[in-house]
């Protein structure tokens, strides 16, 4: 186990956490019947982490990454990210947090089909409201950065899977931001180029960059350094993968 | 987001999407086409009307007393026969008031019918025939190109003399010399001593196929009933000389009409206004259904683009749910649709101007309709379409922006 700040409700995390939740809850009022979705989830997670959270279908990995990735909001509990609380914040204010301090990568990748890669890495970044120089600039940057320094011109059906899903990490990556939060990134993928992407994923967090990873494969977990396992909306463990 | 970029992300769908862009466009763009054709055919007609038809048929300061007006836009029977009944101006009328006009005013009979006209082999069917006096050229500003009007002793003396008209001089002797060669009317000998410059056409109507001859001439018995004229022209130096001119004339034909006070006019003094009062009520009815139409096909048009992006909402609604995911805010993607739905309105808006104005180019140049675009509608076209864009990509923009990122990310 690592290191766990005693936390209660009207505490600040230590500035090292990145991801706190404290008893955090989710609640889908399904035609009257009530589906608890996450109970009571208490989950730390510090600064250049590799976190895989694991569970098998229904246990809640889903809505625990909704959560965390700030596009939906707990019906209780608290979730502090980056020093902040957002647990509570509104739906324009969740916006910018999501374009500040997450940075997402889909199974499905999803890419703009009619953008190049160029295009689909500024994304994030035109509604970070920079100017269209500097866009250009950090997008070939991010690109360059997963190794596609010299396919920023083509289109993603121009571009094999693989590729494509190092478009959507350069994407992820050009806002710089806390953590980088994948769900099933090689859910599309053959085992070639999952290898591939999680060699990506590797050479980021040893760059220093915080990665969450949400996966239902153990071979793919057992790239990060951290294991979470949930079940029936709780942590059923947590295993720190021996160095 | 800033503005230019939701523009520029507007005109991107549009040039990815072209058929379906093309058809959503259509509804605004025949809406703009029409209304730039429409206002400018009224827009050339207004100034045709005012400069020309106006100043031709009737002159400038100058009105006409005749039985009844000459330009009788929907009248009823019932008046068209009390019109029927009046008593027609005679000799005597005329000089009467030609003599009691007190102001300097150049005075003409005039009186006017349709006929054969020949020379030598050469016929030419249903051209005007005219009677007048010496002045009917300064007033009605007919110049003369070749040789001379006829001199007011022929005109005292009925002389048989005439003046051509451009055309008819030109299709009854061709290349050869008119002047002092005999044009036959029913019969009677008439010699030329004048062709009148070239006064073009007025609708497509030639107005130089026509021939002036001394009010006394043989051709009164083409033109009316012995002692009687069409009209008597009057043409003051100004506007208000004129009101004044006819005040006179009224009031001597009264007198000589033994009218009554309270009994109307038996005569009519027509101006040019009389001409434009018809436009006028032309135009009140293209102005009442015009925009009607307008407004019609811009419905249309706003409702035909509502529809075309709740379709681009329901197909983009991952999309939507990604831009959501890197940061997009309400706001953005309401002005992303907006400007989407603008884009597409004002391209149709833009395109149907050129149309419109490549419209009026046409019915110009095709027909004898004077057609001038008017600058006012080119705005009015660019912000009616723009307009109807913000109105119709309102609903759908709107229901993008409230889509929540999690179901939208799901969409298949």
Known sequence: MTRVQEFRTGDTPLPDIVILTHKLAREYDMGGEVVRALRGVDLQIRRNEYVAIMGPSGSGKSTLMNLIGCLDTPTSGEYWLNGQQVSDLADDALARIRNKEIGFVFQTFNLLPRASALHNVELPLIYAGQNARQRRALAAEALRRVGLGDRMEHRPNELSGGQRQRVAIARALVNAPSILLADEPTGNLDSATSQEIMQVFADLHRQGQTVVMVTHEADIAAHAARVVTLRDGLVAADHLKAA | ?412
């Open chain 2, 1 to 412: 987001m800033s503005l230019f970029e939701a523009i520029r992300l507007g005109l991107g769908q549009l040039r990815v999407q072209k058929l379906k862009s093309a058809f959503s466009l259509i509804g605004v763009f025949i809406a703009v086409t029409f209304l730039i054709g429409a206002w400018s055919i009224v827009n050339g007609m207004n100034s045709y009307m005012t400069e020309k038809f106006a100043g031709t048929l009737v002159g400038v300061n100058t009105f006409h007393l005749r039985k009844r007006p000459n330009f009788t836009p929907n009248v009823t029977d019932s008046t068209w026969r009390s019109w029927a009944r009046r008593p027609r101006i005679t000799f005597a009328d005329a000089d009467a008031v030609v003599h009691g006009i007190t102001l300097p005013v150049l005075t003409a009979w005039a009186s006017e019918d349709r006929g054969d006209v020949e020379a030598g082999t050469k016929k030419v069917a249903q051209v005007s025939l005219n009677g007048a006096t010496t002045d009917y050229f300064a007033i009605r500003n007919i110049k003369i190109d070749e040789g001379r009007p006829f001199s007011p002793q022929e005109d005292k003396a009925g002389a048989a003399v005439v003046v051509l008209g451009y055309d008819l001089a030109d299709r009854l002797f061709e290349k050869r010399d008119p002047l002092d060669k005999y044009v036959r009317i029913h019969g009677i000998p008439y010699r030329v001593v004048g062709v009148a410059a070239s006064r073009g056409n007025l609708f497509g109507i030639s107005l130089d196929k026509f021939v002036v001859a001394p009010a006394l001439s043989p051709i009164q018995r083409e033109v009316n009933p012995p002692g009687v004229i069409d009209a008597l022209m009057v043409k003051a130096n100004s506007e208000p000389e004129m009101r004044l001119a006819m005040d006179q004339a009224e009031a001597i034909m009264r007198s000589r009409r033994h009218l009554r006070p309270r009994q109307d006019d038996n005569f009519a003094l027509e101006t040019s206004e009389g001409v434009l009062n018809f436009w006028a009520k032309i135009n009140r009815i293209l102005m009442a259904v015009g925009p009607g139409l307008v407004l019609i096909s811009l419905v249309v048009g706003g409702i035909v683009i509502m529809n075309i992006m709740l379709m681009a909402v329901a197909e983009r609604t991952r999309e939507i749910g990604l831009r959501k995911s890197l940061g997009a805010r309400r706001r953005d993607i309401l002005r992303q649709f907006l400007a989407e739905a603008t884009t597409i309105a004002t391209v149709g808006a833009v395109l149907g101007i050129g149309a419109g104005i490549f419209l009026s180019i046409l019915l110009n140049v095709a027909t004898p309709l004077p057609a001038t675009v008017a600058p006012g509608s080119i705005l009015l076209g660019v912000v009616l379409g723009g307009g109807v864009g913000i109105v119709a990509g309102v609903y759908p923009a709107t229901r993008a922006a409230r889509l929540d990122p999690i179901t939208a990310l799901r969409q298949e």
